[in-house]
C-alpha cells in the first residue's frame, strides 16, 4: 500500500551545499525529520551541479519519512549567471543589469523546459524573456 502523505516543503538551496541551519533544518525539523539525512542526500545527488541554487519538493509521509525531487535553478538565477553578475535591476525600465542575446534567452528556456507547463519553445522563450524584463535585463532583436 503507498505511503501516506502528511505535506510538501518547497526549499530552495546551494546545490551541493545543503546544512542542517536555516532554511532546511526548521523546515523538515518541525515534521520530525531526519535532517542529516536530507542533507547528506541532497549533497550526493546534487554535487554537480554546484554554484547553482535549486528549487527542491520534499514529500513528507506520516511515517516520517520522506522522498525529494530537485528542478531547475529559477529563470532569474539562470539569467544572473548568462550574465555574469550578482543581481537584477533594482529599477526594471530605468535601468538595465545587461543584455541577454536570443541565444542566451533560446539556451536558458531550453534548460527550464522541463519545469514549465509548455513544450513549446516560443512560449518558454516568452516566459524568460518576462523574468528578464522584470529584473531590467534588456533583450537583443
Known sequence: MAKKIKTYIKLN???GAATA??????ALGQHGLPIMEFVKAFNERTESRKGNIL???IT???DRTFSFITKEPPVAEMIKKALGVEKGSGKA???TAGTLSKMQVRKI???KMPDL???NI???MKVVEGTARSMGVKIAK
Open 13 to 15: 538551496i546551494p546545490a
Open 21 to 26: 541551519a536555516p532554511p532546511v533544518g526548521p
Open 55 to 57: 528549487p527542491v519538493v
Open 60 to 62: 513528507v509521509y506520516e
Open 93 to 95: 525600465g530605468k535601468e
Open 109 to 111: 528556456a531550453e534548460d
Open 117 to 119: 507547463n509548455t513544450q
Open 122 to 124: 516560443d512560449a518558454a
